[in-house]
């Protein structure tokens, strides 16, 4: 069954360095998000991607973020000065569709502890 | 804007016991609603929905919601519990409009015991 993979599992850094999560989503999905938990909170929106472009980003996903697709499988999240509050479980997701149905295929996500 | 409320962060129940895990939502246009399931060290899996059909909706693994407009509630039940079905649900909300993001409550979870 096909299936979205994150890697890494688990990055350590330290507080003000960049930080590089990859995603590979489903190969015939056109729609890519990024969404977070941070730790005994809700799973929070980051930003959707379709069409090579952003689509939707929350207040959340500032100048400090970024998104790609470089190679046509890849979809990564960038943050360029990490900060103590970005340490969270980072999920991405990818569907089918043109549109957003609501029906999400999620990794098992990357968890990222800033120190 | 929409949103999701779940009403208890963590509930428990006996093996083979009624499953019932409650959800509100708030929207201003009609919405779509979903039960997302997320099984120890596993990403987030998608239980069921509703999209404006049928307001009894079932999903997988022996559970189903019902759509309720008149009390704005989507809750989760069912009937028998069984051990594997020990993991933290979320109920999720999107305007039927398409193209907003998928709206996350705060999760409840959901212990069985034996």
């Known amino acids: 069954e096909p299936e979205v993979t994150q890697t890494p599992s688990h990055q350590v850094t330290q507080m003000g360095q960049e930080v590089i999560l990859r995603c590979v989503p489903i190969s015939n999905h056109l729609y890519f998000y990024w969404y977070r938990q941070i730790l005994g909170q809700k799973v929070e929106f980051l930003v959707s991607f379709y069409n090579n472009e952003i689509s939707e980003k929350s207040e959340i996903f500032d100048d400090q973020f970024s998104v790609e697709r470089p190679d046509g499988s890849n979809f990564t999240l960038k943050i360029r000065s990490t900060k103590l509050e970005d340490s969270a479980m980072y999920f991405c997701?990818?569907?089918?569709?043109?549109?957003?149905?609501?029906?999400?295929?999620f990794g098992e996500g990357s968890r990222l502890t800033v120190l | 804007a929409q949103s999701v409320t779940q009403l208890g962060s963590h509930v428990s129940v006996s093996e083979g016991a009624l499953v019932l895990l409650r959800c509100n939502y708030s929207s201003s246009v009609p919405p779509y609603l979903f039960w997302y399931v997320q099984y120890p060290n596993q990403g987030l899996q998608l239980l069921l929905k509703y999209t404006s059909a049928a307001t009894l909706v079932k999903g997988i693994n022996g559970f189903e919601a019902e759509f309720k407009k008149s009390e704005t509630s989507f809750h989760l039940t069912k009937p028998s519990a069984h051990m594997s079905d020990a993991a933290e649900y979320f109920c999720?909300?999107?305007?039927?409009?398409?193209?907003?993001?998928?709206?996350f409550g705060k999760g409840t979870r959901l212990s069985v015991i034996a």
């Open positions: 999720a909300v999107i305007q039927n409009s398409g193209n907003t993001p998928l709206v």
């Open positions: 997701a990818s569907s089918a569709g043109t549109t957003n149905t609501g029906e999400l295929f």
